[in-house]
Every structure is written in structure tokens, then in C-alpha cells.
């Protein structure tokens, strides 16, 4: 049998790469301080759970979902939290669309808006999902570098016009992965007036908008006047209340956009089980994650001090959870991660999100089987003691 040549576009995805080496580790006996992949190490929040359990009691949640854009108890507390949040209003039926996490509504946003011979505009480093979704659907990716001397944002001025002329999409995702850099309101304004003059979709990734620290609180793009007629914005319960498992986000903005991306949907997936529907649209008014924040400051704060008396020079991220780590002279991020592994301490090599990420290495403070920064501070150790670096 022969598979669809689409798939020879696309690489391993990266992160069962990352799973497949830590296993190798792990088998031959060694013990990881493992700061890989994102995925919050702490537990959803008791009262979730118990409210998950109180709807799925209801025969009815154990049904097929027939909404038209998912249940309408989630969509309309999603609503409420977007305004109290933000201060946008949002028509809960045009205007809101139920995910199964944000990364399905990526992906299948290229699938509803990219044909063959299109073009995208996608970060460079960034989460992988944009791009690959763009190959998949025939379209080519074209990468806005993200520097370190321009704060990790996107240069809308030194894209081609040409290039700009024949996009449908411009991806953006603020706080962002893998960086941790934040984006203001005055660039959104940017982005806005840009898609309009070339007739783009903006979509902007928010899933880290709640993970933030030192009185940080990330912007939606969809403040920004102007914003409702070009662009779409995907949030995820995932990293704000530690439900990665649960599979559930939503889609908010420009409502086209939405019906679109809700038509295509209406023919892949029936929607997600009601019951965490429901559970999840009660955590987004009632429920807070403080303790977990409080966790990720702290490791936050040892991590980078820590690198910083190894001979670094780094900032501590207003948001997200992760630390971008420069590579020591010498090394690329594929080395310096078989350098980091070799001594027990397993990071994410920045090559993996984009040519514009090596030299880099992604470290994340979702750190399973820490209690209080104390695995961070083994691995700051292991790296003094057992990782050649010459400044």
C-alpha cells in the first residue's frame, strides 16, 4: 500500500523524538531532570475534577454534542471570562468556537483557509503546528525570523510585498513558545493595519495569556481596534488550569473566520465530551491556578540565577513557562543538548522550532516530581559539574 506523499513534507514530530530519547535514557537506568516538553507537572485543581464528575452523572453529556459551535453553557462562560478578562464582548454563538485544544484548531484553521500554491506567514522559531499544517494543505510556510535584538517579534516591514500579497494567514503566538517573549498592544495595533492592507487572517495563538508573573498579565490581539475584522484567537484551558489531558480551548474573533473554521470541524470531529465542556466552563468563572503560577515563579527564579552564575546573561520571562537558553560558544542546539543529556538533564534543542531556534535550547519549568525548585537546582548542578563551558 502506498501512503498520501504528503507526508513525506513534514519531519518526526518533535516532541516523539524528544519522548523516544528520554525513554533511551531512562530504560538504561539513568535518572532525568527532565525540563522538556510543556506540559504542566501539577494536578487540574480539585474542584474541576469534582465538577467533571457532578455533569458526567447526566445522561444527556453522554450523547452526541448537536450545538452548532459547541456546548452553549462552555461557549457562554467563555464569553464571560473573555470580557471580564479583556473587555471585549463576544456573540457567543458567532463569534466563539469550541476546540478540542488549541493545537487542533491550528491546525485545521490552515486546512480551512490555505490552498494549494498559498503562502503563510509563520514565526520562526515557533511551535511547530502553523507550519506543518500549511505543508499539509499544499501551501508554503514562509518564516518571519524572531531575533533577540527585536524582542522576539516579528519584522512586518521586511517581509516582501509579493510575498505578503499571495499569504492568507499570519500566525502569531503571544506569550510565546518557545522564546517566553511577550508582545504589546502598539504591535498588535502593527498587526492589525498590516493584515488589512494585504487582506490576511491573522491568527494569533493565546494559550499562554494566563500563565504570567510579577503582576504580568498578556494582551488578546482582539483589544485592538479594528482587530474583530481580521483576525481569530485560539485559548486553551491546557497550561491555564493544568487540564493538557482534557482537550479543551476555544477559537474566538472574526465570525467568518469562525464559520469557516467551524464548517470544516463539523466535518472531522463531533465535538468534545460534554461533561468537561461543562466542567471546563465553570473553571474558566470559578476557578484559579495560583498555587501552580506560585510553583513556576519559583522554579523560574533558581533556574535563571542559577544559569546566570554558570556565565549567563538572561532575563526572567514575564510569561509562559519556559526558558530560551542561548547555546555557550562552541556549541549548536543539537549539541549543547547532547552535551545537557549526557548529564542528565534533558532540554529541548531550538533547531526543532525552526532554523532561527538553533543555537538555542528550550528549557521548561513544568518539571514532573519537583516539589519546590529543587530538581531546578540539580540541574543547575549537573550543568556546573559535568558541561564543558568556555565563555
Same mark, same amino acid.
Given at each position: +500500500?502506498?501512503?498520501?506523499k504528503? *507526508?513525506?513534507l513534514?519531519?518526526?514530530?518533535?516532541?516523539?523524538e524528544i519522548?523516544?530519547?528520554?525513554? $533511551?535514557?531512562?530504560?538504561?537506568?539513568?535518572?532525568l531532570?527532565d525540563l522538556?516538553i510543556?506540559?504542566?507537572? $501539577?494536578?487540574?485543581?480539585?474542584?474541576?475534577?469534582?465538577k467533571?464528575y457532578?455533569f458526567?452523572?447526566n445522561?444527556?453529556?453522554?450523547?452526541?454534542?448537536?450545538?452548532n459551535?459547541?456546548?452553549?453553557?462552555?461557549l457562554?462562560a467563555a !464569553?464571560?471570562w473573555?470580557? #471580564?478578562r479583556?473587555?471585549?464582548?463576544?456573540? !457567543?454563538?458567532?463569534?466563539? *468556537?469550541l476546540l478540542?485544544g %488549541?493545537?487542533?484548531?491550528? /491546525?485545521?484553521?490552515c486546512? /480551512?483557509?490555505?490552498?494549494?500554491g498559498d503562502?503563510?506567514l509563520?514565526?520562526?522559531p515557533n511551535?511547530t503546528?502553523?507550519?506543518v499544517?500549511?505543508?499539509?494543505?499544499?501551501?508554503t510556510?514562509?518564516? +518571519?525570523?524572531?531575533?533577540a535584538e527585536?524582542?522576539f517579534?516579528p519584522?512586518?516591514?521586511?517581509i516582501?510585498s509579493?510575498i505578503?500579497?499571495?499569504?492568507k494567514? *499570519?500566525f502569531?503566538?503571544y506569550p510565546?513558545?518557545p522564546?517566553?517573549?511577550t508582545?504589546?498592544?502598539?504591535?498588535?495595533?502593527?498587526?492589525?493595519a498590516?493584515?488589512? $492592507?494585504?487582506?490576511?487572517?491573522?491568527?494569533?495563538?493565546?494559550?499562554? %495569556?494566563?500563565?504570567?508573573y510579577d &503582576?504580568?498579565?498578556?494582551? %488578546?490581539?482582539?483589544?485592538?481596534?479594528?482587530? +474583530?475584522?481580521?483576525?481569530?484567537?485560539?485559548h486553551?484551558?491546557? #497550561?491555564t488550569?493544568?487540564m493538557? &489531558?482534557?482537550?479543551?480551548?476555544?477559537?474566538?474573533g472574526?465570525?467568518?473566520?469562525?464559520?469557516?473554521l467551524?464548517?470544516?470541524k463539523?466535518?472531522?470531529?463531533?465535538?468534545?465530551?460534554?461533561?468537561?465542556d461543562?466542567? /471546563?466552563?465553570?473553571a474558566?468563572?470559578?476557578?484559579?491556578?495560583?498555587a501552580?503560577?506560585?510553583?513556576?515563579k519559583?522554579?523560574?527564579?533558581?533556574?535563571?540565577?542559577g544559569l546566570?552564575s554558570?556565565?549567563w546573561n538572561?532575563?526572567k520571562p514575564e510569561a509562559?513557562?519556559y526558558?530560551?537558553?542561548?547555546?555557550?560558544?562552541?556549541?549548536?542546539s543539537?549539541t549543547?543538548?547532547?552535551a545537557l543529556?549526557?548529564?542528565?538533564?534533558?532540554?529541548?534543542?531550538?533547531? &526543532?522550532? &525552526?532554523d532561527?531556534?538553533?543555537g538555542?535550547?528550550? +528549557? %521548561?519549568?513544568?518539571?514532573?516530581?519537583?516539589?519546590?525548585?529543587?530538581?531546578?537546582?540539580?540541574?543547575?548542578?549537573?550543568?556546573k559539574?559535568?558541561v564543558?563551558?568556555?565563555?
Amino acid at each position: +500500500m502506498q501512503r498520501a506523499k504528503r *507526508l513525506d513534507l513534514i519531519p518526526p514530530y518533535l516532541f516523539g523524538e524528544i519522548a523516544r530519547l528520554k525513554k $533511551q535514557a531512562i530504560d538504561a537506568g539513568r535518572d532525568l531532570v527532565d525540563l522538556g516538553i510543556g506540559d504542566p507537572d $501539577q494536578p487540574t485543581p480539585a474542584p474541576i475534577v469534582e465538577k467533571l464528575y457532578e455533569f458526567a452523572q447526566n445522561p444527556d453529556t453522554h450523547r452526541y454534542d448537536e450545538s452548532n459551535a459547541g456546548d452553549p453553557s462552555f461557549l457562554n462562560a467563555a !464569553a464571560q471570562w473573555f470580557h #471580564k478578562r479583556f473587555g471585549v464582548s463576544l456573540n !457567543a454563538e458567532t463569534e466563539l *468556537l469550541l476546540l478540542i485544544g %488549541s493545537k487542533e484548531g491550528l /491546525a485545521h484553521l490552515c486546512w /480551512a483557509f490555505v490552498d494549494p500554491g498559498d503562502y503563510t506567514l509563520v514565526p520562526d522559531p515557533n511551535y511547530t503546528v502553523p507550519k506543518v499544517n500549511t505543508l499539509l494543505a499544499g501551501g508554503t510556510p514562509y518564516p +518571519m525570523p524572531l531575533l533577540a535584538e527585536n524582542k522576539f517579534l516579528p519584522d512586518l516591514t521586511a517581509i516582501p510585498s509579493d510575498i505578503a500579497a499571495k499569504s492568507k494567514v *499570519l500566525f502569531l503566538n503571544y506569550p510565546h513558545n518557545p522564546t517566553g517573549a511577550t508582545a504589546t498592544p502598539e504591535f498588535f495595533a502593527d498587526v492589525v493595519a498590516f493584515a488589512k $492592507q494585504y487582506d490576511l487572517l491573522v491568527c494569533h495563538d493565546c494559550a499562554y %495569556s494566563e500563565v504570567g508573573y510579577d &503582576g504580568y498579565h498578556a494582551p %488578546s490581539i482582539l483589544q485592538t481596534p479594528g482587530a +474583530m475584522d481580521v483576525a481569530i484567537e485560539t485559548h486553551s484551558l491546557s #497550561k491555564t488550569l493544568n487540564m493538557t &489531558g482534557w482537550r479543551i480551548g476555544f477559537a474566538a474573533g472574526n465570525a467568518d473566520a469562525i464559520a469557516a473554521l467551524n464548517k470544516l470541524k463539523s466535518n472531522v470531529d463531533s465535538k468534545q465530551f460534554a461533561a468537561i465542556d461543562r466542567a /471546563a466552563g465553570w473553571a474558566l468563572l470559578n476557578a484559579n491556578n495560583d498555587a501552580t503560577l506560585a510553583l513556576y515563579k519559583k522554579r523560574r527564579d533558581i533556574l535563571v540565577d542559577g544559569l546566570n552564575s554558570l556565565g549567563w546573561n538572561l532575563h526572567k520571562p514575564e510569561a509562559a513557562f519556559y526558558i530560551w537558553v542561548p547555546c555557550p560558544p562552541g556549541y549548536t542546539s543539537m549539541t549543547f543538548a547532547k552535551a545537557l543529556l549526557e548529564a542528565g538533564v534533558l532540554a529541548i534543542p531550538g533547531l &526543532g522550532y &525552526g532554523d532561527h531556534g538553533d543555537g538555542y535550547v528550550r +528549557m %521548561s519549568l513544568t518539571l514532573t516530581g519537583d516539589r519546590d525548585g529543587e530538581r531546578v537546582a540539580e540541574a543547575v548542578r549537573r550543568i556546573k559539574e559535568h558541561v564543558p563551558i568556555v565563555w
